[in-house]
């Protein structure tokens, strides 16, 4: 079929041109899951209709939505996005959860030739001006699987999450393997367990480690550890997102916000690269107060999503917040470990 199609007659430069258009279009991109809402028959014909199978490594009964456009709803733990069968036009059965959501999916799925002329021959542009805001972890293992081309073109990534350990024992201080009673993992599609850690140790050493081969501009990650107790997990645990990016931030200016609260700490990190190709690292951490929960208080976790978002600055700016906070500056900080002190 694809002989008889006008649009392969072209030069193959005219080609990349056009889908320049089409994988460009849009200042930012959010990659989530969302919950499927509705009937017990409308949920098993959308995940099991026609050929079709449920997305591996995603909760059950959640589908893998990448959307043009900034959606607070597809990282938020606290308002997340669903989708409502009763709403939505049924999948016909030739129909597959990975077409739809982007132009550039949707070429990807074209046909094999222009699948492989994006993944190879397409130039990145100079100009590239997406965001890539992911939600930790699924929409972070949808991004690795289905479409890691996006992050070539990212100018900046934001990744919101909250982390809950599995192994690490608060009261101890110190991984126990895994812990009794552990939280329970939410089953996920396919008997298949993303290893987070890796991904997110991945995705931040191609931007920032050694051998990085990603120009990202800028990288924002937000994680909520929830429990009053959680401080030391934020630093102590090995699979904690924060110091899986700093073992992973091989040079650059890092800052770090830790937010405590009554019913869980925040961690805002941020990495950018310093001018000149500088091989140095350096690490600025603030202490602030996380006010949530309460009857007028927002809900506990809901400051994973930036409410700057889907601005965000160059540099490094402090969040707002009470004057007076201790700030730290460790240029030089050994790789591996996070600070200690308070
Ligand atoms: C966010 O994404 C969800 C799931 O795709 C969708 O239902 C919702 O309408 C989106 N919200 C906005 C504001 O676009
Ligand atoms: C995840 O990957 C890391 C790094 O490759 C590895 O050390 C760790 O054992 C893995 N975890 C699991 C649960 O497989």
Not at 117 to 125: A, V, Y
Not at 192 to 221: C, R, W, Y
Not at 294 to 321: A, F, H, L
């Amino acid at each position: 079929m694809a002989d008889l199609c006008p649009f392969f007659v072209l030069p193959v430069e005219l080609r990349l041109h056009i889908y320049s258009f089409a994988v460009l279009d849009d200042p930012s991109i959010t990659i989530g899951t969302a919950e499927l809402i509705g009937s017990h028959p409308d949920i098993v014909h959308r995940l099991y209709g026609g050929k079709r199978s449920p997305y591996p490594g995603i909760p059950e009964h959640h589908e893998p939505v990448v959307e043009a456009g900034f959606n607070a709803s597809l990282l938020s733990a606290t308002n997340p996005a669903t989708i409502q069968l009763s709403q939505v036009a049924p999948l016909s059965d030739d129909e597959s959860h990975e077409y739809a959501h982007t132009a550039h999916l949707a070429l990807l799925l074209v046909n094999k030739q222009v699948n492989t002329e994006l993944k190879s021959h397409f130039k990145i542009s100079k100009n590239r001006q997406t965001s890539l805001f992911l939600a930790y972890p699924h929409g972070l293992h949808v991004c690795r699987t289905l479409t890691p081309h996006l992050l070539r073109q990212a100018r900046s990534v934001h990744v919101a999450g909250t982390y809950v350990s599995r192994t690490f024992c608060p009261i101890r201080s110190a991984c126990v393997g895994p812990r009794e009673p552990a939280p329970a993992l939410p089953k996920c599609n396919g008997g298949v367990t993303p290893n987070s850690t890796k991904q997110l140790a991945d995705l931040i050493a191609s931007a920032f480690g050694p051998g990085a081969t990603h120009d990202v501009q800028k990288l924002e990650l937000r994680t909520y550890y929830p429990g009053e107790d959680s401080y030391s997990t934020v630093w102590g645990d090995d699979d904690s997102p924060t110091v899986v990016a700093l073992r992973n931030i091989y040079c650059g200016e890092v800052g770090i916000e830790v937010w405590r609260g009554r019913h869980g700490t925040g961690v805002y990190l941020t990495a950018r690269h310093i001018g000149d190709g500088e091989k140095k690292r350096i690490v600025s951490t603030t202490w602030r107060r996380l006010e949530e929960g309460g009857r007028n208080g927002p809900k506990c976790g809901s400051w994973i999503v930036d409410p700057r978002w889907p601005e965000w600055d160059q540099g490094y700016t402090m969040s707002d917040g009470p004057k007076g906070d201790l700030i730290i500056h460790r240029p030089h900080h050994p790789a591996g470990r996070a600070p200690q002190v308070l």
